[in-house]
């Protein structure tokens, strides 16, 4: 085994299969299917600091309360931020340790930040709690379950991600038909509390349990699978190259498609946070009544979750970046459709569209970074990016800011259109690059005792 000074833990003699946990039945599957799992039910547990869950919540503290929509989309952006700074912090934490220790602590703040939430009395405690509870689903659990997946899987990333994914699609389907009939039944604050005990059984146990840093690690491959010649010659056109070759943050930092990416995913949350936080009571000005808007986001969501997989599967065959701009395609698309839709059947439309596209963009990010530059750097070069991402989650603030001084949602869907198709032209230019001279030393490395 070729000795890595930057991967140190790769060197111990590992005799495969003695670090499973015990508590994984299924001996004779490959063990990144529990961490692909494990993903899948954080990822539903984590729902409830996203934009749909948030957007139901509106309605009820609006009226006790009194706040305007841009106070509270306000603790949505400030969530997001600070999941960027989240991501910086930890990025080369998550490379060198993995994500267990860091997706339990995420739990635990984000199952008090809930409780926190059903006592609150001023925005300020409403901000700081969702803040950090947002921030710790981002920066914690989203991205640090997402590396793991990708450090466990090559060949079949897409469609490991898509399952994991799928979770938090689920989530969004189920969650907020929960919600409403709690509410009808008792308060939203009453309704926090419930979702605090669901997400720390959800987050907190499995990951502690079952999350490992990499298939090295436990003197396994990555896939369950001995790697073929990294250096062998990518797929033209279309294909997806499937080689595990990984880039340093230097190297990268070099290359016009890394910049493009980081344009890509800079944006992004400018727009999609702010469509699923606004959504529902988008719906009701428009004459929906609360059952039917809520209704049209349990379909987008559901839609997303059912599509989630079968766009993995594409995505084991189309190149990462041609599916990046159909995703953006899709989402223009939406636009069009969610800025005339003031009827229930057009607003079954909007979900359908949007879900569509939602359930692909899931996975684009994590694959990007993953597909073109490799998975042993990816949370360094994940923590670099995250600054870049600070600005983005504007977006919420700002489509509340837009409704309250005009009225309507129409100017910010049209910026927002903008800017799926800004997404589109940056991935119009990230043609993927080939590193120099084959270089492939960093990513030889193989299972110790193998």
């Keep these: ?45 984590m729902v409830p600091m996203f934009g749909p869950v948030l957007g139901v919540f509106f309605e009820p503290i609006q009226e006790e309360l009194g706040w305007s929509r841009a106070t509270m989309a306000f603790a949505f952006t400030l969530g997001s931020m600070t999941s960027s700074l989240a991501t910086f912090a930890f990025g080369r934490v998550l490379d060198k340790y993995g994500a267990r220790a860091i997706v339990v602590i995420a739990g635990v703040i984000i199952t008090l930040a809930m409780l926190g939430i059903s006592f609150m009395q001023e925005p300020w405690q409403f901000w700081i709690l969702f803040g950090l509870g947002r921030g710790s689903a981002l920066g914690g659990i989203q991205i640090g379950v997402g590396i793991s997946i990708a450090n466990w899987f090559v060949r079949r990333r897409p469609r490991a991600v898509a399952i994991r994914q799928s979770g938090l699609r689920a989530g969004q389907a189920i969650f907020p038909m929960l919600i409403v009939a709690i509410l009808a039944v008792t308060g939203w604050r009453e309704a926090w509390r419930i979702l605090a005990v669901l997400t720390g059984l959800l987050i907190i146990i499995p990951g502690a349990i079952f999350l490992r840093r990499r298939p090295e690690d436990l003197g396994l491959y990555p896939d369950g699978e001995k790697p073929a010649d990294a250096s062998a010659a990518a797929p033209r056109g279309f294909g997806r190259d499937i080689r595990d070759i990984s880039w340093t943050l230097k190297e990268a930092r070099r290359t016009r498609a890394f910049w493009m ?28 009544s609360a059952v039917q808007a809520v209704s049209i986001l349990s ?12 766009w993995g599967f594409v995505f084991e065959k189309l190149h990462i970046r041609f599916g990046a701009m159909l995703i953006s395609f899709l989402l223009l698309l939406s636009m069009g459709v969610l800025i005339i839709a003031d009827t229930y059947p057009m607003a079954i439309l909007f979900g359908l569209v949007f879900g569509f596209a939602v359930g692909g963009s899931s996975l684009v990010e994590t694959l990007l970074w993953s597909d073109f530059f490799g998975r042993r750097h990816m949370g360094e070069i994940r923590a670099f990016t995250a600054p870049f991402r600070l600005l983005s989650p504007v977006g919420p603030t700002a489509a509340g800011y837009i409704f309250d001084t005009t009225g309507s949602y129409r100017i910010a869907y049209s910026i927002f259109g903008g800017v799926f198709f800004v997404m589109l032209l940056a991935m119009s230019f990230a043609t993927v690059p080939v590193k120099p001279e084959a270089v492939v030393a960093d990513v030889e490395e193989t299972p110790a005792g193998s």
């Design 1 to 45: 085994m070729k000795e890595s000074p930057q991967d140190p833990a790769a060197d111990r003699e590992v005799e495969p299969n003695s670090q499973i946990p015990k508590a994984w039945p299924f001996k004779r599957v490959f063990y990144g299917w529990a961490i692909v799992w494990t993903g899948f039910v954080a990822s539903f547990g």
């Design 261 to 288: 990416i980081v344009m890509f995913v800079s944006v992004d949350r400018f727009a999609l946070g702010a469509i699923n936080l606004h959504m529902v009571i988008s719906f009701q000005d428009k004459g929906l």
């Design 299 to 310: 379909l987008f969501a559901a839609t997303s979750a059912l599509t989630g997989v079968p």
